[in-house]
């Protein structure tokens, strides 16, 4: 039995716009909606759209094996791309999925829009930071990939909605210090999606949240967490992060543009150019730890994401500038047990390509460590890039204070 696509409608309610469609399947009629609200006021004045519902169920349809059907009209390469190439990456990546027939309207012309943002997803991590000293204060990127809008979707990536808060108040945070605009969706897809992890649809999810704010940006980069060389040797894979660079555009319409960002660089030498910029540290946000407790660090100090990009900053003399983000009393108190739970993570998969990088610098560098702790670094494999050791031993040179934007000339204390 097919699942149809019907009856999409928008209503605004106060500063959220609401985008639904009826989904049918099986008897049954669930209303999937995508909230959207944000600084830019444009947000409130799209037009009611298709296009986001489709790669919102092509992966749960593939997983049931069952055909969409599309009581309506979805931009003509979006649907052609659903049809075929969406389908050909994700079965190879995916396990359990089947290709499945996918029927709409095609529709040709562009929808009205004054799209004029640049804008990403933003978490505050590594990749988002990275991103934002390339574009913004080291203007390295071409006009198409100068980001002008921040985005935050909760879109099943979190277990807990305080965290989403947390997350959703320090990009509206970072938004205001940059002088940029800022948007997040909200949708209900955790029921849509049984059976398929975030990790491995994360990119289905976000290109779908942000086609349902296409009206506001005619480009869309999204940060990649893996190097083009890593993705290219790692075996068997098991999710779309290995193909990245091959996936985003094909959740292009006649309208928007999907990059990747990122996929150049190592993480190290990610972490090395944010070192460079101490307008961006505080509001680095790595934590994984989802019951953490903001109110005085940003981050743990020791969870499995903390925990090895402290080592690489301390590697880099660099600690002292996270004392006001990072819970560093805890990375320095618990480093024993979360050395050991690091060298298990990096034993036991290939895909933890950052765990076996950290290990490695602190093999090639003189970073200070326990006798066991350096031990331990020849123990774990070594990761499939190997940095160049020029690249260690090269000084951290501050950005130029005239680099940065006019709107950080007067800075807030603290992050929320």
Known sequence: MPIRILDVQQKVDGQSNELSATVCHGGTRTDISFSRFGSDPAVLESQPSFDPFLPLLLLPAMKRGEAIEVEGEVDSLL????????????????????????????????????????????????DSMHLLNASLFEKSLPEVMRVSMIVHNEIGSVKHAQQYENNLTHTQYWAERLGIAWASVRCNVEELYDGLSFAKTHHFRNAAAALSLSHLHRSYLYCSSLDTVTSSMIKNATNLNCVEGQLLPLFETSSNRFYSFGSNATRIEKIKAVL??????????????????????????????????????????????????????????????????????????????????????????????????????YLVPPPFVLLDEKILAAPIVPLEQNSRPDDLSVKSESTP
């Not at 950290?358 to 066991?372: E, G, H, I, M, V």
């Open 276 to 377: 460079t910029n101490a307008d961006l540290l505080e509001g680095l946000n790595v934590c994984a730890r989802p019951h953490h407790d903001n109110a005085k660090y940003l981050n743990c100090g020791r969870c499995f994401k903390c925990f090895p990009f402290l080592i690489v900053v301390k590697g880099f003399g660099q600690l002292d500038h996270l004392s006001h983000s990072f819970d560093l009393n805890a990375f320095n108190r618990l480093q024993g047990r979360c050395m050991l739970n690091l060298f298990w993570r990096g034993m036991r998969s290939e895909g933890n390509q950052f765990v076996r990088h950290t290990f490695n610098y602190l093999r090639q560098s003189k970073a200070s460590a326990p006798w066991w702790a350096k031990l331990l670094t």
């Open 79 to 126: 649907l052609y791309r659903c049809q075929t190439e969406l389908q050909d990456v994700a079965i190879s990546h995916v396990a359990g999925l089947k290709r499945i027939e996918v029927s709409a309207s095609p529709r040709h012309s562009t929808l009205s829009s004054a799209a004029s943002h640049v804008a990403t997803g933003f978490s505050g991590g590594v």
